[in-house]
């Protein structure tokens, strides 16, 4: 194939294919009101709206007083944010460009990367310079479930009472002004104290030892500088590894008093998860679990992420079974006794469309509203499931029932 | 035409103020009910003419918006893959971001994301084509595509296309592979939508009617093109709607025509069909399905499991006024109502199996017994 060198790169013209009617728009151009079909991609970025116009050649030549239009909104901008960008050091706007879709804010710069010290036994990708692990590549793309040994289902038992502790640690750090980068803190150092590696530290090269997604986040956040503020929903995700196998769970909890709709959004997220799980027996589809959950999540309002999913675990962090959290899917595999899974929805307060920040990992929903997520790591046994990451105090209660 | 949303990027423009950047289009103020884009796979083994067929389709939709993906997304390392785009009888390169992230607990794949992400950022494409190496399993490749309505992608899985050779693809569909392993040609065949004998200018009558033959003794389905110089009256290839409801009344008509197919080559692949009347109760065929696909449960009368490549059907459940299509490739599978009523016709379902070790017999056997509802049989 031969390519042509682009001497003025292409107008693409999306309006072939898309099936919609819009108003027609005119030419941005002085004297100048040919139908504009494109726009200026630096108006997009600064936020300017309508900078229509017809063609390349015709945007050219207004282009030196279309431009006096970025400056004059980048130093608007700059005004703006020169405080809060980098006061004490802190960066909160290390992507120049990107269109936050709430209100949080990345708090840069991260602490370096923790170390594990050399006795604690590591997995695969711990050591690989990008942090992809060579066993959960091998088996990529097969949908067959693992059926564990009786050793095997005793070490997950081990691992996912470990999880537990440490999630129970976190817990106790959640209130307004703490960084979420202490409670990252404090997870590496309660795993470390239990013989255990911090599962997310370096998978496919994620800087920290757990997730923390705050209101509009909806998984994988990452611990940084920012501290919690009262009204904040936070989610703090646990994986472990000791002993050759992964223990995985998240709760959300409250941070100080929060509103009645954040309150409403936990519980019923909280009661999608053990909805789910009072279905899990052998038999039972692995489809089945999306129908349970979105049922419940559309009753109250809700809608449920489709983008990320549960999935199983056990020597491998990630691996089959795929459990979507949404209805009408086609996950392939049935729950036999011995299988290892983990059931993770996230819901949201409006759309369930997810974007990603230019860190790679932060999933955020696209209108910014609040997403809240409950985990568990479940064995299928021979009469329904046993929940191996359950909470051993409190009858089992997850941490934010006892601030409703 | 490196597309990378980095922070270099952002900052050398700030620097270039004075530089006039280039238009993007419009981007709309609402989500537009969803135009999708097909994807269509090309297999076939090297040489069979799967580029020519591709350089073909460019230049003769030389007005369209034509993206092409050489071989398939290989295991993770890659962080980023060539895309070739056509426009205007002119191609240019384009770039597409394989998130490293997670792609752990992500529904969609890697590679799917990226094609999205890109047209998001760059617009639509017409058609998007993706060629695959001639040894891949176009089922595999086939299921990245083949994402539940659900997710609301902007991509449709359209159908795949098998390219073979008139002269050397005989020799190649009988190539006895090691035990367990299964003949890659064949299962080119086996899950094609279209298949295309190229190149039947280099081949006497008699030949071609040998490969015709076996294609068809393999794929009892698969619509078949002979070609020169793969040049293929394109209304053919593209717009298949081989895996949507679409193709629900043609595949209604199609699948009354199938006839059941004898083996040409030794343990080899095979279409199974047989026709049913009655109502099924969804559970029933749900497990059917799932014995078949996942449990590979069904063993023929060598005690071997039946496994199936490509299955296809029209069925028919008590109450539902519309005729349900069924679909899969390899373990997945999907049940969908199409628009088709059953009206006053007689309620027969018919399925049709495309694989290895297929026992029509015991298939069928299994299929009265546990599937139909009510007490109608033929």
Redesign the interface.
Known sequence: MRFAPPLTPPLWNAAAGMATTEARRECETEGCSKDAKLQCPTCIKLGIQGSYFCSQECFKGSWASHKLLHKKAKEEKNQNEAKNCVEKDINTDPWPGYRYTGKLRPYYPLTPMRLVPSGIQRPDYADHPRGMSESEQFLKGTSQIKILSPEDIEGMRVVCKLAREVLDIAALMVKPGVTTEEIDHAVHLACTARNCYPSPLNYYNFPKSCCTSVNEVICHGIPDRRSLQEGDILNVDITVYHNGFHGDLNETFFVGEVDEGAKKLVQTTYECLMQAIDSVKPGVRYRELGNVIQKHAQANGFSVVRSYCGHGIHRLFHTAPNVPHYAKNKAVGVMKPGHVFTIEPMICEGGWQDETWPDGWTAVTRDGKRSAQFEHTLLVTETGCEILTRRLEENGRAHFLSQM | ?NLK???AD??S??EE??D?????????QSV??A?Q?PVTIITGYLGAGKTTLL?YILTEQHNK?IA?ILNEFG???ALEKSL?VS??G????EWLEL??????????DNGLKAIENLMEK?????YILLETTGLADPG?VASMF?V?????SDIYLDGIVTVIDAKFGLQQLMEEKAEGFINEAARQIAVADLTIINKTDLVAEEELNQVRDTVRSINGLVKILETQRSRVDLSEVLDLHSFDIEDGAKLAEKLQLVKPTRPHLDKSILTVMFEVVGDLSEDSL?AFI?DLL??KKFLNTEKEPMTVIRLKGIVSFAGKDRQMMLQGVN????LNETPQLWEENQRINRLIFIGRNLDKDILEKHFIATVIQNSEKN
């Open positions: 035409m949303l980095r922070c952002s900052h423009m700030m103020e004075d006039c950047p280039e238009l993007v289009p419009i981007q709309p537009p009910p135009q884009i350089n918006r092409v295991e993770g390392s070739a426009q205007a002119e191609l240019y390169e998130r490293n992230g997670c792609l752990c607990c992500s529904v969609k760059k617009g639509k494409f017409d595999a083949w539940d309505a659900e997710l609301g749900n799932q996942w449990e373990e997945l599978y999907e």
